[in-house]
């Protein structure tokens, strides 16, 4: 069994009024590693208290979701025989009310763009693929986040690096 750990790290900044709502919303996410990034909650849920600079916790959850797929995907092509040399995603989140007040993150849909070398799988295999790397991403595992592949059509093109 393994164990993950996150840092978060925020406080009260001079001339903020806390118990009026009137307080920044940055703070900071250290990771095992040693890499430590500004976060924040989303402009959309506190307005002018978030950083939108930083990262919030929708993201990130629409990040992981994107990145566990494709850490994933590339692991069922390599045992399925596929050459990949490139892979980018456009992950859109979508939040939306599941009861009187309350929201939660209910679809993530992935767009991937995939390089590969040699021949690449046809639609069936590749849709087959990503159902594979759906069903061992730990992270789609631990949610109840719909979460979707997106047709090829509607990927980045593989040149798009402005991302």
Not at 41 to 66: N, Q, R
Request: include cysteine; aromatic fraction near 6%.
């Amino acid at each position: 069994m393994a164990t993950y750990t996150a840092d978060i790290a925020w406080a009260l900044a001079e001339g903020e009024d806390f118990l009026a709502g009137r307080y920044g919303r940055g703070h900071s996410l250290g990771f095992d590693g040693g890499v430590s990034v500004p976060g924040s909650a989303s402009p959309h849920v506190v307005g002018k208290w978030a950083d939108p600079k930083a990262v919030d916790p929708e993201e990130m959850l629409v990040a992981a979701l994107s990145s566990c797929h494709m850490l994933s995907f590339l692991h069922v092509a390599r045992l399925a025989g596929y050459m990949v040399t490139a892979y980018r995603d456009h992950a859109v989140g979508t939040m939306a009310e599941i009861a009187p007040g309350r929201q939660a993150v209910t679809r993530v849909v992935l767009h991937p763009a995939i390089a590969w070398t040699g021949a690449p799988p046809d639609a069936k295999t590749l849709d087959h693929l990503h159902h594979e790397a759906h069903a061992v991403c730990f992270i789609a595992n631990s949610v109840k986040t719909e979460v979707m592949v997106a047709p090829a059509s509607e990927a980045l093109p593989p040149e798009d690096d402005n991302r």
